[in-house]
Nanobody, 125 residues
Framework: VQLQASGGGVVQPGGSLRLSCAAS????????VGWFCQAPGKGREFVAA????????YYTDSVKGRFTTSRDNAKKAVYLQMNSLRPEDTAVYYC???????????????????WGQGTQVTVSS
């Protein structure tokens, strides 16, 4: 499966963005879709994950209550709704998928097998 992340942009603090991760060459059926971000000079960090079959979602503490990940099976897409954005959310955001990852490993980027190209999110006044 090939992934395409989109929806990034420049937004003021407190604003919102919705990122999309689209699948081509397949669907998200049976996958866990993870969201990661990478700020300048830092490694890639876990943001959220969703098991598509159950819609069970998991979030890193810093985004709980602000970000929501969801899926649209008909559109073969997974979304990351980002609200109350902060300057420290500025990063390139990636989506990734895995069929085999277990819950305890959702935060580990090495557990994901396919990655999208990333979309830039900039939060600045």
């Amino acid at each position: 499966v090939q992934l395409q992340a989109s929806g990034g942009g420049v937004v003021q603090p407190g604003g919102s963005l919705r990122l999309s991760c689209a699948a081509s060459g397949g669907t998200f059926s049976g996958y866990v879709v993870g969201w990661f971000c990478q700020a300048p000079g830092k490694g890639r960090e876990f943001v959220a994950a969703i098991r598509v079959s159950s819609s069970h979602a998991y979030y890193t503490d810093s985004v709980k209550g602000r970000f929501t990940t969801s899926r649209d099976n008909a559109k073969k897409a997974v979304y990351l709704q980002m609200n109350s954005l902060r300057p420290e959310d500025t990063a390139v955001y990636y989506c990734a998928v895995s069929r085999t990852i277990i819950v305890s490993s959702y935060t580990n980027e090495n557990g994901y097998h396919y990655w999208g190209q990333g979309t830039q999110v900039t939060v600045s006044s």
